[in-house]
């Protein structure tokens, strides 16, 4: 079992900056997988950003390339998020997720077993 808890978040004006944080606690393998979702309201959940815990692989969707950072401390077992030059439609809610095998699909939130409780981001115009 996996626990994941976050941190951040929050109000901002467009074109500031926000980071996130998770902290995962439990038996962590080297195959392991974080990532960040997120969830706008009357939307599905979408990928932002995954990162391989062995590796320090990382990706991310077109819509933050260039914009947001994933970062990781294994020492920690942490993985920031450092999102800048937000925008208005980066306003969602923010889901952490894992999982102890990195997925062939990462980009598709069904391939991580553990979730975080979700923070708010909100970027106002």
């Known amino acids: 079992q996996v626990q994941l808890v976050e941190s951040g978040g929050g109000l901002v004006q467009a074109g500031g900056s926000l980071r996130l944080s998770c902290a995962a606690s439990?038996?962590?393998?080297?195959?392991?997988?974080m990532g960040w979702f997120r969830q706008a309201p009357g939307k599905a959940r979408e990928f932002v950003t995954a990162?391989?815990?062995?590796?320090?692989?990382?990706y991310y969707a077109e819509s933050v390339k260039g914009r947001f950072t994933i970062s990781k401390d294994n020492a920690e077992n942490t993985v920031d998020l450092q999102m800048n030059s937000l925008k208005p439609e980066d306003t969602a809610v923010y889901y952490c997720?894992?999982?102890?095998?990195?997925?062939?699909?990462?980009?598709?939130?069904?391939?991580?077993?553990?979730w975080g409780q979700g923070t708010q981001v909100t970027v106002s115009s």
């Open positions: 997720a894992a999982d102890q095998v990195w997925p062939l699909d990462y980009s598709n939130p069904k391939a991580f077993e553990y």
């Open positions: 439990g038996r962590i393998f080297s195959n392991f997988a």
């Open positions: 990162i391989r815990w062995s590796g320090g692989n990382t």
